[in-house]
Structure formats: C-alpha cells, structure tokens
C-alpha cells in the first residue's frame, strides 16, 4: 500500500490494521487495530492529524482529510461507507457513516449515531448519540438511529480484515 512522508509526519498503522494495497495513506495518520482502509480510501494528514480507533471500516473511496487546526477523529467500531468524506470532525464510537455523506469542520457525530446516504453534516452541527442525520444540509432525527445495524456492520469488516489479510492476492 503506498505510505508516504510528508515533512516530518509519518503514518503508523496497528500491525493488526489491514490497509489494501490500493489506498493511500499519507502524514500524520494513526490507524487502529483490526481496522481496515479499503481500495481507493485516501487519508492524507498532510497540515493535521487523523486517528481512526480499533476495530473500524474506511471504505472503498472514502476521503480523510484535516486541517492545520482541526484534526479528524473516528473512534472505534465506526463504520465510514464508500465514497464519504471526513474532514475536521469527531466521530464517536459505534457510529456509521453513509455512503456519499460528507462531515464537515468541527462537526460531532455522537456514539451510535448514523448519517445517512449523501446527507451533509456541515461545520459546527453536533449528531446526539443515537440520532440519525440525514439530507442536505442534515437534519437531525433523534433516537432514529439502528445500533444493533451498526454493530453488525462493524463485525463484517473487522471479519473481511482477517479474510482479506489472509486470502487477498493480486492475479496479473
């Protein structure tokens, strides 16, 4: 997988965490245990940091990104769908992100909350734990979101970590 420098800022990856060989991490990005960055996924800490915590999914094409002030941070058994964006934001335990979202600067997204497919969480809006956030710009739906969903999500990935560690292999 392509792990770059830049400046002083290196990636440090779980030797636990599963990265595919088509994604790309670069600068201050920390990774977690049993999790998994998945094809095209970019993380660049270039100007900030981002954490990703144990056991959570960044999935094909999703885009990580900080800012000089504002880190990003995802904490464990976070599902992040294909295509979404973070960028200067918190997102909190046992949460999921929808594919084609986008979570913008200072935003929180609460533990155990969704947001949904395509909504855009814009800079400052807090997701309470739970909440479900969906539409442009979100809005927020309390107690609407589905934990036992987002665990179960959660366990799929942590499990194609060790299938695709152990069974990936490159044909051509």
């Known amino acids: 997988m392509p792990r770059y420098a830049i400046d002083d800022r290196e990636p440090t990856i779980d030797p636990e965490a599963w990265v595919h060989p088509d994604a ?9 245990p049993r999790s998994s960055v998945w094809p ?10 981002i954490v990703i915590g144990a056991e959570t999914s960044v999935q094909d094409g999703a885009v990580i990104h900080a800012t000089e002030e504002l880190a990003t941070i995802v904490g464990s058994r976070v599902v992040i769908g294909h295509l979404a964006h973070l960028e200067g934001c918190r ?4 949460s999921l992100i929808g594919v084609g979202s986008v979570v913008l600067h200072r935003a929180v ?5 969704t947001v ?13 734990p739970g909440a479900l956030a969906v539409g442009v710009p979100a809005q927020v739906k309390e107690g609407r979101s ?21 069974g990936l292999r490159r044909l051509d």
Do not use: H, K, W
Request: aromatic share 4%; with cysteine.
């Open 116 to 128: 949904g497919a395509g909504a855009v969480v814009t800079n400052d809006l807090v997701v309470p």
């Open 40 to 49: 095209c996924a970019v993380l660049r800490g270039d100007y900030g940091s």
């Open 91 to 94: 997102v909190e335990d046992a």
């Open 24 to 32: 790309v991490i670069i600068g201050d990005v920390t990774i977690g």
């Open 146 to 166: 589905n934990p036992a969903m987002i665990e179960q999500s959660a366990a799929i990935y942590v499990d194609n970590t060790a299938r695709f560690r152990r």
């Open 109 to 113: 997204v609460g533990r155990g909350a």
